[in-house]
């Protein structure tokens, strides 16, 4: 408000302030970087709201507050899984079953939303899940822009994201994050790219894995997922 900071607040919420008369509110979206509590900050992808209002004593304000993407942001891979392609494909190696849940013959808390979602399973003899993105990205910013991968999630297991990149003429995947048991809920995780692709200054044509190892507690083990998207935002021209 009028410059200070009051502070990150779950929404709904009720925001302190002791003022009144005319002033500038801005509220910017926050995220749990990489999935972490402790690490709440604004999203460098979404445009703060900005507005004008008058503030009285011993009152409440309600505002209704609408965020969206900076003009700058690009969407390099966009998926949530309703057409028949989907960029996803399975390794070499894989066993686990990967197909489209489906609305009319799964259960409801496979999908998302929509009529499908992205789906995993395995078990004790089909037991290892690897999955990666069909294309390869050669586009990523390396100045410092800020690039995410957004997803929402489901998941009875762990599953490692990796990530290959071409680095004179030889691929590396390594893991980069790990995304854990979330108890039968959906979750939405902003995963942060910016530090790892800007400082692999002689890397291309990233692909994005998924992997994960049945857990022996269980009868099925699931990966479910939907609304992946890569995105960075032009700096530069903003």
């Known amino acids: 408000i009028n410059g200070e900071e009051m502070g990150a607040f779950p929404l709904p919420a009720k925001v302190p302030y002791l003022g009144s008369g005319q002033v500038t509110l801005r509220v910017a979206p926050g ?15 979404a445009e703060p709201s900005v507005s004008e209002v ?13 965020c969206r993407y900076f003009a700058t942001t690009k969407f390099e891979l966009i998926e949530n899984f309703e057409g028949i392609n989907i960029s996803f494909e ?19 808390e496979f999908i998302f939303e929509g009529n499908h979602s ?5 078990n004790s003899a089909d037991d290892s899940l690897l999955i990666v993105t069909k294309q390869s990205f050669s586009n990523l910013p390396k100045g410092g822009e800020p690039i995410f991968i957004e997803l929402d999630f489901n998941t009875n297991t762990t599953v490692a994201l990796q990530i290959s990149g071409l680095n004179n003429n030889s691929s590396t995947r390594k893991n980069y994050i790990y995304l854990n048991n979330t108890n039968s809920e959906w979750t939405k995780i902003y995963i942060n790219l910016t530090n790892t692709i800007s400082s692999d200054l002689t890397g291309n044509n990233y692909r994005f894995w998924f992997a994960a190892n049945h857990t022996n507690s269980e009868i099925q083990s699931f990966f479910l997922m939907d609304n992946f998207k890569i995105l960075y935002r032009d700096i530069q021209t903003n």
């Not at 995220?31 to 992808?45: D, M, W």
């Not at 190696?93 to 409801?108: E, F, G, Y």
């Open 31 to 45: 995220i749990k970087l990489n999935g972490v509590s402790a690490t709440r900050v604004p999203y460098p992808l």
């Open 54 to 66: 008058e503030l009285y004593k011993d009152s409440i304000l309600i505002q209704n507050v609408n």
């Open 90 to 108: 399975t390794s070499s190696i894989n066993s686990a079953v990967w197909r489209q849940t489906d609305l009319s013959t799964d259960p409801a």
């Open 118 to 122: 992205g789906g995993a399973f395995m």
